[in-house]
């Protein structure tokens, strides 16, 4: 009888915890499924950004054009891949006031965004918000395969948002 008191203890305390294997192999398990879910959420969070950079070129541009009707004069405005909308170093028009507008988190200073543009050192609004200069605004980002354009076509400043593939500027069929 002696022989099994000492057996049915040891069975006892193993029930009560976990062994090192077991909380080797449950942690490895874990780890597996938090790497396989970050994947898409490193993509997810890209596509915020796209997403994000995007608009505030667009509300760049409106935020131009409504200064410029609200002072009733021409104004200015410089884009920047660092920095975003941001008044124009000299020229002969004045810059938009509180139009100024940087592109957000995930640009400034880290470079995960990339941004090329072709727009003039300076865009101009006219008195009537309507914008003299056009250009295209590409915005990529690493972690993902899509990439965004913003065209600001002529005449009149026409913006028009799209997917950026081989053919340029295409339009995006989920807008």
Do not use: K, Y
Request: aromatic residues 2%; hydrophobic residues 45%.
């Amino acid at each position: 009888m002696a022989f099994s008191e000492p057996v049915a203890a040891a069975g006892r305390r193993r029930a009560q915890g976990f062994t090192v294997l077991e909380l080797l192999m449950t942690s490895s398990v874990l780890l597996m499924l938090a790497a396989i879910s970050l994947v898409p959420a490193r993509e997810s969070l890209a596509r915020q950004r796209l997403e994000t950079a995007t608009r505030r070129v667009l509300l760049g541009l409106d935020r131009g054009r409504l200064a410029a009707e609200r002072r009733g004069q021409p104004c200015a405005l410089a884009f920047d891949d660092q920095l975003g909308w941001h008044p124009p170093q000299g020229g002969e028009l004045a810059a938009c006031e509180q139009a100024p507008i940087g592109l957000g988190e995930g640009v400034q200073g880290d470079g995960t965004l990339q941004v090329e543009h072709n727009l003039p050192d300076a865009v101009r609004f006219t008195a009537n918000g309507l914008v003299l200069d056009g250009g295209t605004v590409v915005l990529r980002h690493p972690h993902t395969t899509v990439a965004r354009c913003v065209v600001v076509s002529l005449p009149l400043g026409v913006t028009r948002v799209g997917l950026h593939g081989q053919g340029g500027c295409l339009p995006d069929p989920a807008l």
